[in-house]
């Protein structure tokens, strides 16, 4: 039995904000001198920080305990005005790429403050040697398409589900949907049963209004071609009714672009164009993000996609639009084209899945922004509002597609967070997280925004009083990109955006109060994360000396080895959902978490006691492989106070009581430290700690 950690059980200071110093593991320090390097005088150079991370892997790698033939690729770095950075890494282990097996790592120069782990994935070792044949696996694949393919490949992956990485094939299938809609349709097949595990789509479709954007400016370059030098040179291209093909480039004799009318192809290019162009100032002025992929680059707008199309997609390097019922209402306006290009912010960076909770996540992000890119456009000929498609008509009777203050006037969304969210179709599951965005916006009640009538309530009953849409979105935007993973869940997203309200506002701020009561408001469930001026959820209690001696605050007060104080639900917890669990990897390793505490002088006695849970995969009844110790450190000198090993298995907690009255007048650290051998799993599961004295 592998130990997984809680993907939301991030380590030391992870609910303390940046406020809190920066404790943890430390990388070699090689390299150093390339992080630190002065950035260019524009500003944060993203390529140029993934580089510098890069060189780093081996030492993250080695400083983080990841097992052999596993290795790191960095694929975003974002980096805070103090210098804290957040850097995404994918992994492969013995060559194969881990899906789900990325990770985030918090750092401030060379020393690690947090990890946090997709789906738990800290240990991603599996066999490498499948059952199922490769040819019997793209068959599966393209079964499992149920469109017509044109292409089918596959290879071998490590694939983290919920529960454990499992060997499997990544069969990918293209083709052409019946609605005209292309996939590239990544299926999951596990290579022993052949079972298909998951499957995700890189076209992510969407809808948008249609052309209501009046006369704008656009930018062109050259002999007038519809081109913008100023954003990575974004283009727009005319497929006239194709549906493959990179399309021909607009080009104009006076710079004068279409007439506003659908009759004239020009005019579906100059919305794409706006809207393109629009989104990209939007996340550089707001965001500080240089294009989709923060390289500079710009991305390509293909307009008149197929016949009669109803609908837009973002399939991985660009965004695509069809012309609509009659080929008469293309869907080329500012909030699709903020939805379809934010796809590419959110595989750049969370990379959500399009399945389970991560879909809805994945598609409200794009609604989300889309709503912010046509709020800051500020034109008069289409206002910012809270609908999605109200001018399409797609519904013939003069709806939008989906409304954030209430999702469930579709008939199909959901307003409320529940376990049966994750599945429905993601534009359906997106419903919790778009009110989510209303309520932290503009809060409950009724009122006129862009014309439009808009009333919201909470689903817990509450009064909510909105902070702002521009702050719900810069903490939304942190979140995505500092705290999501591919698989991550409604109450990740309610984990990260506390957190990243703590950073960005403080604790005790209005702003964090009422992203927390926003979640609360679509019924996303508390967790380790609360605001309230960093309050210890847990405070000791009596004549307890140890500051969250329950570990329900996460990893705060505690420093050490980023991972062990966890609520992951596979070994439970004595009290609460969070506690202290040592090792169970299976593999060689060490871990440790100690906190510093001061016994008075004045103690005639100090007792310091703990409940301790220890199961093991080991069989002997005499030999100690693995085990787990309970030390004082005084200045230089570390004492062991008790040691546990395999031999003392005991699925129950049982209380421990160790004398310390020999430490009075001393601040010593109390540490707990778990020792592993090269196989089987021992977990050393620690809970409710006290230092007492009198």
Same mark, same amino acid.
């Given at each position: 039995?592998?130990?997984?950690?809680?993907?939301?059980?991030?380590?030391?200071?992870?609910?303390?904000?940046?406020?809190?110093?920066?404790?943890?593991?430390?990388?070699?320090?090689?390299?150093?001198?390339? /992080?630190?390097?002065?950035?260019?005088?524009?500003?944060?150079?993203?390529?140029?920080?993934?580089?510098?991370?890069?060189?780093?892997?081996?030492?993250?790698?080695?400083?983080?305990?990841?097992?052999?033939?596993?290795?790191?690729?960095?694929?975003?770095?974002?980096?805070?005005?103090?210098?804290?950075?957040?850097?995404?890494?994918?992994?492969?282990?013995? @060559?194969?790429?881990?899906?789900?097996?990325?990770?985030?790592?918090?750092?401030?120069?060379?020393?690690?403050?947090?990890?946090?782990?997709?789906?738990g994935a800290k240990v991603v070792a599996v066999g490498t040697k499948p059952t199922l044949s490769q040819s019997a696996a793209l068959t599966k694949g393209a079964q499992a398409a149920k469109f017509k393919a044109t292409g089918n490949k596959g290879e071998l992956v490590v694939f983290v589900t919920p529960a454990k990485p499992v060997l499997a094939y990544e069969v990918v299938t293209t083709g052409v949907k019946p609605d005209q809609t292309p996939s590239v349709l990544h299926s999951f097949v596990d290579a022993k049963s052949g079972a298909v595990l998951a499957q995700d789509d890189e076209v992510k479709t969407g809808t948008g209004n249609s052309m209501y954007s009046g006369t704008v400016s656009i930018g062109t370059s050259g002999s007038y071609t519809m081109t913008d030098p100023n954003r990575g040179g974004n283009y727009t291209t005319d497929l006239n009714g194709s549906t493959s093909g990179n399309g021909?480039?607009?080009?104009?004799?006076?710079?004068?672009? #279409? *007439?506003?009318?659908?009759?004239?192809?020009?005019?579906?290019?100059?919305?794409?164009? !706006?809207?393109?162009?629009?989104?990209?100032?939007?996340?550089?002025?707001?965001?500080?993000?240089?294009?989709?992929?923060?390289?500079?680059?710009?991305?390509?707008?293909?307009?008149?996609?197929?016949?009669?199309?109803?609908?837009?997609?973002? =399939?991985?390097?660009?965004?695509?639009? #069809?012309?609509?019922?009659?080929?008469?209402?293309?869907?080329?306006?500012?909030?699709?084209?903020?939805?379809?290009?934010?796809?590419?912010?959110?595989?750049?960076?969370?990379?959500?899945?399009?399945?389970? =909770?991560?879909?809805?996540?994945?598609?409200?992000?794009?609604?989300?922004? #889309?709503?912010?890119?046509?709020?800051?456009?500020?034109?008069?000929?289409? +206002?910012?509002?809270?609908?999605?498609?109200?001018?399409?008509?797609?519904?013939?009777?003069?709806?939008?597609?989906? !409304?954030?203050?209430?999702?469930?006037?579709?008939?199909?969304?959901? =307003?409320?967070?529940?376990?049966?969210?994750?599945?429905?179709?993601?534009?359906?599951?997106?419903?919790?997280?778009?009110?989510?965005?209303?309520?932290?916006?503009?809060?409950?009640?009724?009122?006129?925004?862009?014309?439009?009538?808009?009333?919201?309530?909470?689903?817990?009953?509450?009064?909510?009083?909105?902070?702002?849409?521009?702050?719900?979105?810069?903490?939304?935007?942190?979140?995505?990109?500092?705290?999501?993973?591919? @698989?991550?869940?409604?109450?990740?997203?309610?984990?990260?955006?506390?957190?990243?309200? &703590?950073?960005?506002?403080?604790?005790?701020?209005?702003?964090?109060?009422?992203?927390?009561?926003?979640?609360?408001?679509?019924?996303? +469930?508390?967790? $380790?994360?609360?605001?309230?001026?960093?309050?210890?959820?847990?405070?000791?209690?009596?004549?307890?000396?140890?500051?969250?001696?329950?570990?329900?605050?996460?990893?705060?007060?505690?420093?050490?080895?980023?991972?062990?104080?966890?609520?992951?639900?596979?070994?439970?917890?004595?009290?609460?959902?969070?506690?202290?669990?040592?090792?169970?990897?299976? /593999?060689?390793?060490?871990?440790?978490?100690?906190?510093?505490? $001061?016994?008075?002088?004045?103690?005639?006695?100090?007792?310091?006691?703990?409940?301790?849970?220890?199961?093991?995969?080991?069989?002997?009844?005499?030999?100690?492989?693995?085990?787990?110790?309970?030390?004082?450190? =005084?200045?230089?000198?570390?004492? *062991?106070?008790?040691?546990?090993?395999?031999?003392? &298995?005991?699925?129950? !907690?049982?209380?421990?009581?160790?004398?310390?009255?020999?430490?009075?007048? &001393?601040?010593?650290?109390? &540490?707990?430290?778990?020792?592993?051998?090269?196989?089987?799993?021992?977990?050393?599961?620690?809970?409710?700690?006290?230092?007492?004295?009198?």
């Amino acid at each position: 039995m592998k130990r997984l950690t809680s993907a939301g059980a991030v380590a030391v200071v992870a609910a303390a904000g940046l406020a809190a110093g920066m404790t943890g593991l430390t990388a070699s320090n090689a390299g150093a001198a390339d /992080r630190t390097a002065p950035l260019p005088a524009s500003g944060f150079n993203q390529p140029a920080a993934v580089q510098a991370e890069q060189a780093l892997t081996a030492q993250t790698a080695a400083a983080l305990g990841l097992g052999t033939g596993e290795q790191l690729k960095v694929r975003d770095v974002v980096k805070d005005p103090d210098g804290t950075e957040y850097v995404r890494y994918d992994r492969t282990f013995n @060559g194969l790429k881990v899906v789900g097996g990325d990770l985030i790592v918090k750092r401030k120069g060379e020393t690690i403050g947090q990890v946090t782990y997709n789906r738990g994935a800290k240990v991603v070792a599996v066999g490498t040697k499948p059952t199922l044949s490769q040819s019997a696996a793209l068959t599966k694949g393209a079964q499992a398409a149920k469109f017509k393919a044109t292409g089918n490949k596959g290879e071998l992956v490590v694939f983290v589900t919920p529960a454990k990485p499992v060997l499997a094939y990544e069969v990918v299938t293209t083709g052409v949907k019946p609605d005209q809609t292309p996939s590239v349709l990544h299926s999951f097949v596990d290579a022993k049963s052949g079972a298909v595990l998951a499957q995700d789509d890189e076209v992510k479709t969407g809808t948008g209004n249609s052309m209501y954007s009046g006369t704008v400016s656009i930018g062109t370059s050259g002999s007038y071609t519809m081109t913008d030098p100023n954003r990575g040179g974004n283009y727009t291209t005319d497929l006239n009714g194709s549906t493959s093909g990179n399309g021909t480039t607009f080009t104009d004799a006076d710079d004068t672009w #279409g *007439t506003g009318a659908a009759s004239n192809r020009q005019t579906a290019g100059v919305d794409a164009h !706006y809207g393109a162009q629009l989104t990209w100032d939007y996340y550089k002025n707001v965001h500080g993000r240089n294009g989709i992929f923060n390289n500079g680059q710009g991305a390509r707008s293909r307009t008149h996609y197929g016949n009669a199309y109803v609908n837009a997609f973002w =399939d991985g390097t660009q965004m695509t639009y #069809g012309d609509g019922s009659s080929n008469t209402h293309p869907l080329t306006s500012i909030d699709v084209a903020g939805h379809e290009m934010s796809h590419g912010v959110t595989e750049a960076t969370a990379n959500l899945d399009y399945s389970g =909770d991560a879909g809805g996540l994945n598609e409200a992000t794009s609604d989300i922004f #889309g709503t912010a890119v046509e709020f800051s456009a500020n034109n008069s000929s289409d +206002p910012g509002d809270y609908l999605i498609g109200e001018k399409i008509n797609i519904n013939g009777n003069g709806t939008p597609l989906r !409304y954030m203050d209430k999702p469930s006037k579709d008939g199909r969304s959901v =307003d409320c967070w529940s376990t049966s969210t994750g599945g429905l179709d993601p534009h359906y599951s997106s419903g919790p997280l778009n009110h989510w965005f209303y309520l932290a916006s503009e809060g409950t009640g009724s009122k006129v925004i862009g014309g439009v009538t808009h009333s919201s309530t909470a689903c817990n009953g509450a009064t909510i009083t909105g902070v702002g849409r521009d702050v719900a979105a810069k903490v939304w935007y942190r979140t995505l990109s500092t705290k999501l993973s591919s @698989g991550s869940t409604y109450k990740d997203a309610r984990e990260g955006a506390i957190n990243s309200a &703590k950073e960005l506002y403080g604790a005790d701020s209005a702003q964090c109060k009422g992203i927390e009561a926003a979640f609360s408001g679509i019924s996303v +469930p508390a967790g $380790a994360a609360a605001c309230g001026g960093g309050t210890d959820p847990q405070p000791p209690t009596g004549d307890n000396l140890l500051l969250n001696p329950g570990f329900e605050s996460g990893a705060v007060n505690w420093t050490g080895t980023s991972g062990p104080i966890t609520n992951n639900a596979d070994r439970p917890a004595r009290t609460g959902t969070w506690k202290l669990w040592l090792q169970g990897n299976g /593999r060689a390793t060490t871990e440790n978490v100690g906190q510093s505490v $001061a016994i008075p002088a004045s103690a005639t006695s100090a007792t310091l006691s703990f409940w301790i849970r220890i199961d093991t995969a080991e069989t002997t009844a005499s030999t100690v492989y693995d085990t787990a110790k309970v030390q004082i450190v =005084d200045g230089s000198t570390t004492t *062991t106070l008790a040691t546990y090993s395999n031999l003392n &298995k005991n699925t129950s !907690y049982v209380q421990k009581t160790l004398n310390v009255t020999a430490y009075k007048g &001393k601040t010593v650290t109390v &540490k707990f430290v778990g020792q592993e051998d090269s196989s089987l799993q021992t977990s050393f599961v620690i809970d409710d700690t006290s230092l007492t004295a009198s």
